[in-house]
């Protein structure tokens, strides 16, 4: 974490751009927190991850939307993943392209699942664009809001280096767990 501060602090908003493409949470986070110390504008970081994250999605949707053969070779190994997509879609509707944002290991696939079928263009850059800003606006002030503690936490975890690996592969270890129950391959009752 602390890696990431320094980097925003020295290229921040080209970092936060770049990362926001295809996510961002981190980075927003880190940009939130250098806002609360002063050395990163948070309208701005906020205004730069809205822009790059509704870019980064639209992609998504585009390139799925009009190369769908091309696609298919590099998502064979995230079929069942790519189905859940689709399963989420279906029992949410319009509502997943909003939480998508927030929920690793899927955010990607949404909007490509969503290019697969015949969703209206027009709707899902509508919802896109509504959902990129709600999720700047709340992931950037919650994290301007939660930035002493955030602070305390970096630097409690610099000074215990076997910590950070430790709470990185639980993490992992638990988006693992939670992508093979999900995509699990259920047994069919006749």
Excluded: C
Excluded at 125 to 144: D, H
């Amino acid at each position: 974490m602390q890696d990431i501060l320094n980097s925003l602090s020295t290229y921040g908003y080209i970092i936060l751009f770049v990362y926001s493409l295809g996510g961002g949470m981190v980075a927003l986070i880190a940009a939130g927190v250098l806002s609360y110390s002063g050395q990163m504008d948070l309208s701005l970081s906020i205004a730069v991850a809205f822009i790059a994250n509704a870019i980064g999605d639209t992609a998504l949707f585009y390139i799925s939307r009009y190369n769908k053969a091309q696609m298919m070779p590099y998502l064979k190994k995230h079929r069942r993943k790519l189905a859940l997509s689709h399963l989420l879609m279906k029992k949410y509707g319009d509502k997943i392209i909003f939480f998508q944002k927030f929920i690793y290991g899927i955010k990607t696939l949404i909007p490509i699942a969503i290019g697969f079928t015949k969703y209206s263009a027009i709707k899902f850059n509508v919802l896109n664009v509504i959902s990129a800003a709600l999720w700047s606006l709340i992931v950037g002030f919650a994290s301007y809001k939660a930035g002493e503690t955030l602070m305390s936490a970096s630097k409690y975890i610099s000074s215990n280096p076997w910590l950070a690996p430790l709470v990185l592969v639980s993490l992992i270890g638990l988006l693992w767990l939670y992508m093979q129950q999900a995509t699990k391959k259920k047994k069919r009752v006749v």
